[in-house]
Each structure stands twice: as C-alpha cells, then as structure tokens.
C-alpha cells in the first residue's frame, strides 16, 4: 500500500506543472483499443494524474470519420491506439507532441510521422481447435483461399478497422498487388466480414467461425481463458506493427492530451499493456512469455508510409469486390 501511494505521489509529481494547466479536469479520448486494455489503462491514468476520462470508443474507421468531420473544432483531445498508417495518412487532423521518455521506444517502430507507437502487435490466424483438427488448419494465406473453407472464415470489414487494413496492406506487400488482391478476393470468397476486429476472435470462440484473421492478443486471451481456441502465425508472412495515438490537431484541452500521451508511455502504463498479452514499445518493459517471440516469426518489412499513401485506394478496390460477392 505504502509503495503504490509513493508511486501514485511520484506521479502527481512530475504532471503538476502541466494539470495547472488543465483548466476543466477532463480529457476526451477517441479510441478503438481492446475492451481489456480500456479497462487497466483509463482507470489507472484517472488516478495517477487526477484528470477524468471521456472516452469515445468505437472503430478506427468510425472514429477517422468523425474527426474529418469535425475537423477544426475542439470536440477531443488524443486519438489512441488506432493503426499507425490512419495517423500517417492523415496529419492534418493531428497535433504534434513529442512524449516524455520517447527514448525508451524500441527503435524499429519508431515512426516517421508525428504519433507516437503505443503497443506492438503481430497479425495472426485464430483457429477453434474443436471446429478443425491440426491438420485442417491453415498455415499460410494461400491456405484460407481453400473452398474447404467456404463460410468458415471472420474478417472485420476493411470500412471499420484499422487491424482490417494492417491485414490486407502486409498481404499486398507479401505477395504484390495484382497477384495479392486476387488472394485477397478469394479469401473473401470464404469469409463472413465482421464489424470490429474485436468481434472476430469471439466468433472463433464461440463455434461462430472456424478461422478468423485477428490481432494476436485477442485470441491469446481466449486461449488462456481456456476457449478452444489457437493462434497461429502465417508461415509466409506477418506483420507485427505498432498502433499509435496522436494529439487532435484542435484540442479542448491541449495540456491534458499531453499528460495522457505522457502516461500512455510510461513504464507503469506499458507494463498494464504487457499484462493483457499486447507487446509494449518500450524497450525496458518485456512482453508476457506465452506470446511467441517476433524472432520466431516470418516478420515482413512493412512499409508503413506505402500503406498509409495507399488506403484511400485500398478501400475504394475493397468495396468494388464486396459489390460482387
């Protein structure tokens, strides 16, 4: 007890320069990150800094549009934990800020835009175990355009997820866009599309979908609560990307988004982010041992700024498939 009030004490300390500042004791957050990561790090930040959270929680898709929407009025303070190219892509709607201890990030996801990484996660395969036997599960992308897996497949819709696009992007850059999008249409032939990234996993975990191609934390957490669940990395390649957040250009509370862009990379809040099986950026806090390390992996070189100039184009060639099927 004595401990956790000299760190809390610790951390009042080094904000109270700045929550002088913070004239209305608010902060208003969009956000797109995990149900699991929401609860351990708002809660944790409302006490450390004696600032109250707004939070706006919805897809980074959504949540893109309704910052263009409301660009150039102070409706929000911090875009958090969205994917690094929706932040690339767009810097016209955010502020730049650079965090303290903005050292401690682990050099290869440093980005090249003005957002700083939050948390560093791989794209994986999620399997129900019950629904396929080892054998009959997939292993590379080529895999998941089988017929055998007609109806068996979960993806979150490329309109409402930024996960969706890392998914599609790293495919593309794997295998090159005429023959990565004709991959990707037929995997699409298989899939059911979901309307978060979320969602996908609990699909697999409830018998829903026998495959869904998610973040690897979220099918970790069902597979250590005990679903019958497995999360496996595709041998031709994976992406293992940092999601980022960024200051909205016109914040209502500018002094408060930096606080929380402060605490969003502190040792304190990696370490929460640790706790819920994502990979944290800093480079003095591990990630859990049940995540399969990257140097196992078939980790591709993704080029975040093709990416993010590509989206636009992305979404448009996305949409003309689903037309179709």
């Known amino acids: 007890m004595k ?118 996660v791989a794209t994986s395969f999620v399997v129900n175990t019950t629904e396929l036997a080892e054998a009959d599960r997939p292993k590379t992308w080529q895999d998941l355009a089988d017929p055998k897996y007609k109806g068996r497949i979960s993806i979150a819709r490329l309109d409402k997820s930024s996960s969706a696009y890392i998914q599609l992007a790293g495919l593309l850059q794997i295998y090159g866009l005429d023959k990565g999008w004709d991959l990707y249409s037929r995997i699409l032939d298989n899939t059911q599309l979901a309307n978060s990234s979320g969602a996908v996993p609990k699909f697999v975990n409830d018998g829903e979908a026998a495959i869904g191609i998610a973040n690897e934390d979220i099918g970790l957490r069902f597979k250590v609560g005990g679903g019958p669940v497995d999360v496996v990395y595709p041998s031709d390649g994976t992406t293992a990307q940092a999601d980022g957040s960024a200051p909205i250009a016109t914040p209502a509370n500018p002094e408060g988004a930096k606080i929380f862009l402060d605490y969003a990379l502190s040792k304190e ?24 390390p990257l140097s196992e992996l078939n980790i591709i070189k993704y080029d975040v700024e093709w990416a993010s100039g590509y989206q636009k184009a992305a979404l448009a060639k996305w949409n003309e498939i689903i037309m179709t099927k």
């Open 3 to 120: 401990k956790t009030l000299l760190t809390t004490f610790a951390a009042l300390a080094m904000m109270a320069p700045t929550l002088a500042l913070a004239d209305d004791g608010k902060v208003i957050i969009y956000t797109a990150a995990p149900q699991e990561l929401v609860d351990k790090i708002i809660p944790a930040f409302e006490k450390a800094s004696g600032l109250k959270v707004e939070l706006i929680k919805a897809g980074a898709g959504e949540l893109l549009n309704r910052l263009k929407a409301e660009k150039g009025r102070q409706t929000a303070d911090v875009l958090w934990s969205v994917g690094g190219e929706i932040l690339q892509a767009n810097p016209d709607l955010f502020g730049s800020y650079q965090p303290k201890e903005s050292d401690k990030i682990i050099a290869a996801v440093r980005p090249t835009g003005n957002w700083t990484p939050f948390t560093v």
């Open 269 to 292: 809040a990696q370490e929460l982010v640790a706790s819920v099986g994502r990979r944290p950026v800093r480079t003095d806090v591990p990630a859990i041992a049940t995540l399969k």
